[in-house]
């Protein structure tokens, strides 16, 4: 077994849709990035990546390069899973949290796992995310921004 984690940040910025756990989720704002900026999914990929020692996901997606401008972060967890499938390992579990003060994504937790489980060949049920927020403190409870964290549990498989 093998261990990864990961974190992400993205500001704020207008114009731009919030898209968390590959599911868009209605708000004023969205998240800023050279991708979809979708920052679950890219603290997913880094714990994922990090627990074979590969690096993270600006080695493999830099975003110098305009083949990832404004990509689905879920097209690039497909590649990041398929690499981890090439080195023999399966998902043996997810956790992660995702900070924000608003908006309030409870109701799309389900929603998120039902994505990044099909995406990962997993059960639902392999996959925790939970929503919190930073209690008015930072840049995220200042609401200038998101920030995730991910532990990935990999599996060789047999």
Do not use: W
Request: net charge negative; with cysteine.
């Amino acid at each position: 077994m093998r261990i990864g984690f990961g974190y992400d940040v993205h500001k704020f910025a207008e114009n731009r849709k919030l898209i968390i756990g590959g599911i868009e989720v209605p708000h004023s704002l969205g998240l800023l990035g050279h991708s979809d900026a979708d920052v679950l999914v890219h603290a997913i990929m880094d714990s994922m990546l990090g627990a074979l020692a590969l690096g993270d996901i600006g080695k493999h997606f830099p975003d110098t390069d305009m083949a990832y401008k404004d990509i689905d972060s879920c097209q690039l967890l497909k590649r990041v899973y398929a690499l981890i499938k090439d080195k023999g390992y399966k998902i043996g579990n997810i956790d992660s949290v995702v900070a924000l003060e608003e908006p309030k994504i409870g109701k799309y937790i389900p929603l998120m796992q039902e994505k990044l489980a099909k995406i990962l060949e997993v059960e639902e049920n392999q996959i925790s995310i939970k929503a919190t927020t930073s209690e008015g403190l930072g840049f995220v409870g200042e609401k200038l921004g998101a920030s995730a964290s991910a532990v990935c549990l990999l599996e060789k498989n047999n």
